[in-house]
């Protein structure tokens, strides 16, 4: 019994770091798209994830709620903050702390970006 145990748990950790990678890839297109859209640059290429926890999505099934922080740059000097929330895999909102008003991109916020 432990042996299936552990057998158990491994796979569960390597479920979780595949998954996760998979969300990662998924928020640095999202986040990347969304700087081109903007003609901004996406600084490191990179996203972090700083929040994790669960959350039912539209069918009630319980998903992995990713938070993704970013950073980005208008014209090369200055560095804007932005953060990306996943559903599962699936973009639920992205935030960008534009000088001119945040913008906020999502499934809520409808197609394109919409200022607040």
Same mark, same amino acid.
């Given at each position: 019994?432990?042996? $299936? ?19 990662? &890839? ?11 859209? $903007?003609? +901004?640059? $996406?600084?490191?290429? %990179? +996203?972090?994830?700083?929040? /994790?926890? $669960? ?29 990306? +929330? /996943?559903?599962?895999?699936?973009? &639920?909102? /992205? ?7 945040? /913008? ?9 970006? %919409?200022?607040?």
């Amino acid at each position: 019994m432990t042996i $299936l145990a552990a057998i158990f748990a491994v796979g569960a950790v390597i479920w979780f770091w595949s998954d996760s990678l998979r969300a990662r &890839e998924q928020a640095l297109r999202v986040c990347g798209a969304a700087c081109r859209q $903007l003609d +901004v640059q $996406l600084l490191d290429q %990179t +996203v972090a994830v700083y929040k /994790l926890g $669960l959350a039912r999505d539209p069918q009630g099934r319980i998903r992995l709620r990713r938070f993704y922080g970013f950073e980005f740059s208008i014209d090369g000097v200055d560095r804007y903050r932005g953060q990306a +929330v /996943l559903l599962g895999h699936a973009l &639920e909102l /992205l935030q960008m702390d534009h000088p001119d008003g945040p /913008l906020y991109q999502g499934p809520a916020a409808g197609k394109g970006f %919409t200022v607040h």
